[in-house]
């Protein structure tokens, strides 16, 4: 296991610390997990970065970063949802169109093909890290900056929370948009009932 997959395989953990945190009522919570969510965000650009540059890109790391990301960011929207910060609606178009993806990856797998994510699909990703991200700088503007703010906050956590919902819905339109490019690229494969 190389450093690149390390950070990607990271991810998996790094996710259920950040739900753990968001749920937490000590000091600081909502902050910490705000800033282990932009570590993990830095890591999914840094593991592709570290392969490409030590040449030891492999099969494995393209699969599993795309798996990690989904990973991470369908456990931290059933807690933004449950936490009543995303529309249940939302959430579910988002996991839908990532399960078919994915199904069509490990058919595609099983013919020794590897789908890589395209641009469309990175910007779709992109996008949803950012939603999430303003997402879970609410709490964190709320009751930790709170503390110390000599003025009201609420209107900074509302804008907040707007440009987060509001990233979200484009990050819900590249989901549909990218997931309609890769079932038309690769529908002849996975439907194929040739294995070779």
């Not at 990271?10 to 909502?30: E, H, K, N, Q, T």
């Not at 999914?44 to 490409?52: C, P």
Request: glycine fraction near 6%; aromatic fraction near 14%; charged fraction near 15%.
């Amino acid at each position: 296991m190389n450093l690149p997959n390390l950070l990607t395989m990271s991810r998996v953990p790094l996710m259920f610390i950040i739900v753990g945190l968001m749920y937490a009522d000590f000091a600081f919570a909502a902050s910490l997990a705000f800033w282990l969510f932009i570590w993990g965000t830095i890591s999914d650009w840094l593991d592709g970065h570290l392969a490409r540059r030590r040449n030891i890109v492999s099969n494995f790391g393209k699969l599993m970063d795309a798996l990690t990301d989904k990973i991470m960011v369908i456990g931290i929207m059933i807690a933004l949802v449950d936490k009543h910060q995303l529309p249940v609606s939302w959430a579910l178009l988002t996991m839908c169109r990532e399960f078919l993806i994915s199904g069509m990856r490990m058919v595609a797998a099983s013919k020794g093909v590897v789908v890589a994510a395209d641009k469309g699909g990175k910007t779709k990703t992109v996008t949803q890290l950012i939603a999430l991200g303003f997402l879970l700088a609410v709490p964190m503007v709320q009751e930790d900056w709170a503390r110390f703010a000599p003025f009201d906050l609420s209107a900074v956590a509302e804008w907040t929370h707007w440009v987060g919902l509001l990233s979200f819905v484009a990050g819900t339109f590249f989901a549909l948009w990218s997931g309609y490019r890769y079932f038309t690229r690769y529908r002849v494969l996975v439907f194929s009932d040739d294995d070779k």
